[in-house]
């Protein structure tokens, strides 16, 4: 029995501070002892970029990034992500919510990647609350750059659990 494959994405705007933690912690999960099953990616705000890693074929997904959920800055958050369904929607609703993939949420791709059919049944976002966004600048928050190792922890942790193989279940 195969190991599941599980990609883990780095999301994120490196030039507005906070914004660019999941694309730190892709870049620290470089140095840590994952599965040979998983893969790690920074997509940075390319949306699209996003969906084309995805058709590589993976079991499972776990997306890294700068979440806002008024929460402490520095919060590391382990959310289930719901995917909007486009497919029932009118045309004019799908065009609205997947026009410009270059310059797109996370959320937007996801819906992209499900669209399309490559978007797997198990995805999580490692999100972090952060302190700065908005103001051009290079560089993390002190609190949300001691976030990054605890973030890096869990996805290891995460990633490890979801690449063991499925268990065969006798009767």
């Known amino acids: ?3 599941p494959r599980v990609l883990v994405v780095g999301v994120g705007n490196v030039l507005h501070g906070d914004d660019g933690f999941g694309v730190e912690v892709a870049r ?3 140095d840590r002892a994952l599965p040979p099953t998983v893969s790690v990616a ?3 705000i390319g949306g699209i970029h996003l969906v ?6 993976y079991d499972a997904l776990v997306v890294v990034d700068a979440v806002d959920r008024d929460r402490p800055p520095g919060t590391v ?19 609205d919510l997947l026009a ?7 959320e937007r791709a996801l819906m992209v990647a499900k669209a399309v059919g490559v978007l797997p049944d198990r995805t999580i976002m490692i999100g972090c609350q952060p302190a700065e966004i908005q ?26 659990e979801l690449s063991a193989p499925a268990r065969k279940v006798d009767p």
């Open 1 to 3: 029995m195969t190991a």
């Open 28 to 30: 620290r999960l470089a």
């Open 42 to 44: 920074e997509t940075g």
């Open 52 to 57: 084309h890693e995805l058709m590589a074929g």
């Open 77 to 95: 958050m382990v959310i289930e992500a719901d995917v909007i369904d486009v497919d029932p929607l009118p045309v004019e609703e799908r065009h």
């Open 100 to 106: 410009d993939m270059h310059l797109a949420t996370p």
């Open 135 to 160: 103001t051009l600048g290079i560089g993390l928050t002190s609190v949300v750059e001691e976030a990054v190792d605890t973030a890096a922890t869990e996805i290891e942790r995460l990633v490890w």
